[in-house]
C-alpha cells in the first residue's frame, strides 16, 4: 500500500460533471489499497472571476483581502469534491491550507511555504479518510492571516504536501499527457517522455514548457519527491520527474529504459531582445547597465556583448527579457543614457527563443555542433546564443521559431509517432 | 466614541455597486468618530447557487462538507467589502468566523454559538481598523471543523459580536426600514415603528414578521443587546428592539415616545389546519396523538380541543401546523388510526393566521374585545382562537385574511399614512 498525492487543476474541476470524474479516479486510486490526498484548484476560471469583483471594488485591492478573497475559490472545488467522493461511499474530508499545516511566510499574493505540519491529515488519512487538501493556500505563521502561494501554487502544495507525509509519488494532474519532447502544437512529431530528470525539467520549463512550475520543481528536488506529471482525461502512464538517485518506477523493476542525450526542445515566444548599442568599452559599464534594468523590475534572461571594435572603443550589449517587462526597462535605460553614455537603444518584440536541453551533454560532446548544423541547414540565422550545463539556447527570428525547433527535433533523433494531443496549460 | 456593531444581509452586497455603497456607509459611520465591526452575509444568491452546485454533486451532501461549501459565500462579500474600505483610505480587516472567535458546537447546517472570543477583533479595533466578519458561520470547538448557524445565521452572529464586545448598538440593516405595524403589502396603512419590546418582536417573528430572525432576538434579549433594524437604502431611522430595562435612545434623551397596547398584526399564510375528528374521550389520547405528530418532524402551532359531546364521547382536536410538514403528520397519523381509535382526519391548507401582539396586553382589559368586534363587524368568521400573555392569534379563511388584517389593525388605531415601502425580505 502506497501513500499517494494527487493534484487536480482547475480545468480538471471546471464543473460538476468533471468533479464527479475526478472523484471517480480518486476512489479508483483508493480501491487499489492506496492511501490518497489530494490538492485540488479552484474550478475552471473561478480565480480569475474574483478577481474581476476585486477590480471591480478597489483598484489596487488590498493584498491581505486579495488572497482572503482568491482562497474562497479553493473552499469550493475542495467540498463539492469530498462531498462527490462521499457519495460514492467513500469516507473523504476536505482542509483548508490553515487546516492542512500549510505555514508560509507573511507574502500575501506569493507566499513561500515555511513549514507543512500535516497532523490533521495524518489524523484523517489513519482513520481512512481520504483527504482532500485546498490548493495555493496557507497562513501566515506569524499573523494567523490566509496567504496564498501565487502562480502554479497548487502544484507546490502538492509536492509539499507530498514531501511532509513522505508519499510514494506525487501525481500533477492536468489536460496534457505528459511532458514532450517539444511542445506538439509547434511540433507535431514530438512524443511524450517516459520520464525527465529534474534538473532538465526545470530548464525546460524556464525555457517555454508550461506543464509544470519551476517552484514546485525545484521543490520536489529539494525534498526527494517524485513527481508524476499526467493527463486526467486518459488512464495513460504519463512523464515521471525523477529527483537524485530516483529511478523510473518500470526502471526499478527491471524495465530497461532509453536515456537519451537531449530530452526536448523548448520553444518561447514570449520575450523581447534589447539592444543597447555604442556602449563605451571601459569596465563597469555592464554592471550599471543591468543594475538600472534590474530596478526597473525586469527579469532578464540571455544577454550577449559583442566584441568592441577596436576603431571605436564601442560595443554592443543585448539581452532579453520578458515582453511585458520591456517598455519599462527601456524607459529607465534612456533616462540615464547619458549618465552611462550609451548611442542609442533597439528594441525587437519579434524574436523566438529555442533551448535544446538533456543531461546528456555534461557527457557527449557534439550536441552543441548538431544545433548549429541543423540551423545552419534550414538557413536559420542565429541572433543570440547561451548555454548552461545541459542547455544551449538560440535567438532566431519569431517566425522561423517553429520551423528551427521541427529541425532540431528530427536533427536529434527525438521524432515519434504523430499523436493525438489536447491543447497544454494547466490551472495554478 | 460608540462601539457599532452592523449586519448587512445579502441583498445589501448583492452585486461591486452595493458593496461600494455599504463601504460607504460603513465609512461614514467610522468617520462619526465610531468603532465599526461589521457582520456580512454572501452576496445576494451566492449560497443557493452553492446549494444548487453541491446538489449536482451528491444527492445528500455530507454535511461537513456543506458547511465547508457554504461559509465560502461569505469569505467573498467579506473580502471583497474589506477591499471596497481599503481603496476609500481606511484600514479594515476581514475575519472568518473561526478568526473571528465564533466557537459553536458540532451541529453542522444549524449550529449553535458556545461561546465567542473576539480576541483578534479586539486587537484589530484598537490598531483602528474597521473590522469585517463572516456572518453565518464559526467553528466546531472540539474538531476544529468549520460550521454553519443555518437561517438567519448572519443576524445571530451580529448580536453575538455585539454582546461578547458590549457594543452600544447592533444595526441590522435589510432591504425594508423597520418592523411595521403589519406588513404592508397586505395592510397598505401600515406603519413604521419607532421602536418594539424584544419579546413583543418575538411574537411578532413567530407569528410571520419576516424582517428579524427569532434566534438573533433570542440572542439579543438573553445577552442585553440593543437591535436597531432598518434600511441600508435610506438613512433613516428604523426601529430599535428593547430588551429588558432598555429605552428608546431618543427616550433616553428625554423625548416622550408613545406606548401603544398593540405593537403590531402579524399575518401567516405558511400554515395548514389538521383535524383528527371523533376521538375518544379518554384521557391521554392528546398526548398520545401529539407524540404521533412529534414524530413525524412536524412544529405544531396552535392547538384547540372541542368540548366532547356527551352523546357520543368522542371530540375532535384541531391544530396548525407549516404547510410542509402536513403530509408527513397526517401520512403518520393515518398509520395509527385504530390504535389510536380515532373516525377521521380532515386537511385544510386554505387557512390563515392572524395574530395581534402587544406587551401592553398584560396590563389592559378589553385588548382581546377590540379583535373579536372588529372581525364580526366584517364578517370574518374565526375557525381558531389562542393566546399568550402578550399575544391573541385566531385563523379565518385564507382568502379573508388580507380583510381581517386591515379592519383590526384599524380598530386598535394602528393606522397610519401612507409610506411608499420597498418588498420585505432579508439575507440570511
Not at 22 to 47: C, Q
Not at 153 to 163: C, H, M, Q, R, W
Not at 241 to 247: A, D, S, W, Y
Not at 385 to 403: Q, Y
Amino acid at each position: 500500500m502506497a501513500l499517494i498525492v494527487q493534484k487536480y487543476g482547475g480545468s480538471s474541476v471546471a464543473d460538476a460533471e468533471s468533479i464527479k470524474r475526478v472523484a471517480k479516479r480518486i476512489v479508483d486510486t483508493r480501491r487499489g489499497g492506496h492511501d490518497v490526498v489530494v490538492a485540488v484548484s479552484a474550478m475552471g476560471d473561478t480565480t480569475d472571476e474574483l478577481l474581476d469583483l476585486a477590480a471591480q471594488v478597489a483598484p489596487i485591492p488590498a493584498p491581505r483581502e486579495l488572497d482572503m478573497l482568491l482562497s474562497s475559490g479553493e473552499r469550493i472545488s475542495m467540498a463539492l469534491l469530498a462531498m462527490a467522493i462521499h457519495s460514492m461511499g467513500f469516507d473523504a474530508r476536505s482542509f483548508t491550507g490553515p487546516q492542512a499545516g500549510m505555514r508560509t511566510d507573511s507574502r500575501h499574493g506569493s507566499a513561500r511555504i515555511v513549514e507543512v505540519t500535516p497532523t490533521r491529515l495524518r489524523e484523517a488519512l489513519d482513520e481512512g479518510a481520504i483527504v482532500i487538501v485546498a490548493g495555493f493556500q496557507g497562513i501566515n505563521d506569524d499573523t494567523q492571516d490566509i496567504t496564498t502561494l501565487g502562480r502554479g501554487g497548487s502544484d507546490t502544495t502538492a509536492v509539499a504536501l507530498a514531501a511532509a507525509l513522505d508519499a510514494d509519488v506525487c501525481e500533477i494532474y492536468s489536460d496534457v499527457d505528459g511532458i514532450f519532447t517539444a511542445d506538439p502544437r509547434v511540433v507535431p512529431l514530438a512524443h511524450k517522455l517516459a520520464h525527465v530528470t529534474s534538473e532538465e525539467m526545470l530548464e525546460l520549463a524556464a525555457n517555454g514548457a508550461k506543464v509544470l512550475y519551476i517552484r514546485a520543481v525545484e521543490y520536489a528536488r529539494r525534498h526527494g519527491v517524485l513527481i508524476h506529471a499526467r493527463s486526467s482525461f486518459t488512464a495513460n502512464e504519463g512523464t515521471y520527474v525523477l529527483g537524485e538517485g530516483m529511478k523510473h518506477p518500470r526502471e526499478s523493476e527491471g524495465e530497461a529504459m532509453e536515456e537519451p542525450i537531449v530530452a526536448g526542445v523548448a520553444t518561447d515566444l514570449s520575450q523581447a531582445k534589447v539592444t543597447v548599442a555604442g556602449v563605451p568599452d571601459v569596465p563597469g559599464k555592464a554592471a550599471e547597465i543591468f543594475k538600472i534594468v534590474a530596478k526597473s523590475g525586469a527579469n532578464v534572461d540571455m544577454i550577449v556583448q559583442n566584441v568592441s571594435a577596436a576603431s571605436t572603443g564601442r560595443t554592443d550589449i543585448s539581452f532579453t527579457l520578458p515582453k511585458s517587462d520591456a517598455s519599462a526597462a527601456l524607459k529607465a535605460l534612456a533616462a540615464e543614457q547619458s549618465e552611462v553614455g550609451f548611442e542609442s537603444l533597439l528594441h525587437d518584440d519579434q524574436i523566438g527563443k529555442l533551448s535544446v536541453v538533456g543531461a546528456g551533454m555534461r557527457s557527449h560532446s557534439g550536441v552543441s555542433a548538431i544545433l548549429f548544423e541543423a540551423l545552419s541547414t534550414a538557413g536559420v540565422n542565429l541572433e543570440m546564443i547561451s548555454t548552461s550545463e545541459i542547455r544551449i539556447s538560440v535567438v532566431v527570428r519569431g517566425d522561423e521559431l517553429a520551423e528551427a525547433a521541427r529541425v532540431v527535433h528530427a536533427a536529434y533523433g527525438l521524432d515519434g509517432e504523430v499523436e493525438t494531443v489536447v491543447a497544454a496549460g494547466t490551472g495554478r
